[in-house]
């Protein structure tokens, strides 16, 4: 390392960060680049195995140790977020930021032809999960002694309808509604900022599944649409509040 760069003051040092779908995609990616900038990442997903993985990448880098946590945000029950909230707090005490990353796809349908049991179950997880953990986490992110950072993934889909994306279109709509309401509920009176963030088009199973005749080299990968994802975790966007954020502008 130059002697410029272990000079450069880590920018999420002793934060305490969740974030979700942190097993595969742009998550794990975010939780890597969190733990870089000295974050204790908590690694939130369902695919127990895909988690540990990220676990010993940060461990073999050296960086501060992650907590692997294997949850189903689709589980529709909120006693097991409370469960999960009490557990961050035993072990924690405090959130000082969170990364509600982790999201489904579904069908890709008209509406008069989309599956009923499809659409539950991207409403279960990409909205009624998302409720609930920002629910139950609230209380955690007031804690924290820095003022905490509340991120949402969006999507461009959620920001203007687009035929055929069903669920997940309506999902990440809801999304937005959600973000535009904590946003105004948190800031002022519990010093929680809340953002939506649209990754863009990037290089991932669920890009992949959603495009599958597109040549995924040209696209940005998670690595490269990460310096927003910091900066939206960090002091620096300190006075960034309801606010819709595109991280390319590939859409
Ligand atoms: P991936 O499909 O690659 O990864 C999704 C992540 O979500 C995985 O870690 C998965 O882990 C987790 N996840 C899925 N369902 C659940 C569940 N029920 N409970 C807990 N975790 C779950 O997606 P991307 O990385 O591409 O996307 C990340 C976010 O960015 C999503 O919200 C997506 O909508 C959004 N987005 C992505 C774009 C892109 O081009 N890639 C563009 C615009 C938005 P596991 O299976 O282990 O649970």
């Known amino acids: ?66 907590a692997v946590l294997p949850f189903d945000l689709g589980c529709n029950d909120e006693e097991k977020f409370i469960e999960l909230a009490d557990l961050i707090a035993a072990e924690f005490g405090r959130l000082d930021g969170a990364l509600l990353n982790a999201g489904v796809l579904g069908q890709k349908a008209p509406i008069e032809g989309y599956n009923w049991a499809a659409w539950k179950q991207v409403m279960d997880i990409n909205v009624n999960g998302q409720f609930l953990l920002a629910k139950s986490i609230t209380p955690l992110l007031e804690r924290s002694p820095h003022g905490a950072s509340l991120v949402l993934t969006s999507s461009s889909v959620g920001r203007e309808g687009r035929a055929f994306w069903g669920a997940y279109s309506v999902s990440k709509f809801a999304i937005e509604g959600m973000m535009q309401i904590l946003a105004q509920e948190l800031y002022d009176s519990r010093n929680i900022r809340v953002n939506t963030l649209n ?53």
């Open 199 to 251: 990754p863009g088009a990037t290089r991932t199973s669920m890009r992949a599944d959603a495009y599958p005749a597109e040549n995924p080299e040209h696209l940005k990968t998670a690595a490269d649409i990460m310096d927003i994802h910091v900066y939206l975790m960090s002091d620096e966007s300190k006075h960034v509040n309801g606010q819709a954020l595109d991280a390319q502008t590939v859409k």
């Open 1 to 66: 390392m130059s002697q410029a760069a272990a000079e450069t003051p880590l920018k999420l040092k002793d934060r305490v960060i969740l974030v979700t779908g942190a097993s595969y995609g742009i998550g794990a990616h975010a939780a890597l680049a969190y733990a870089r900038e000295g974050a204790t990442v908590i690694l939130l997903g369902r695919t127990q195995d895909m988690l540990e993985a990220v676990y010993d990448r940060i461990e073999s880098e050296g960086l501060p140790q992650a």
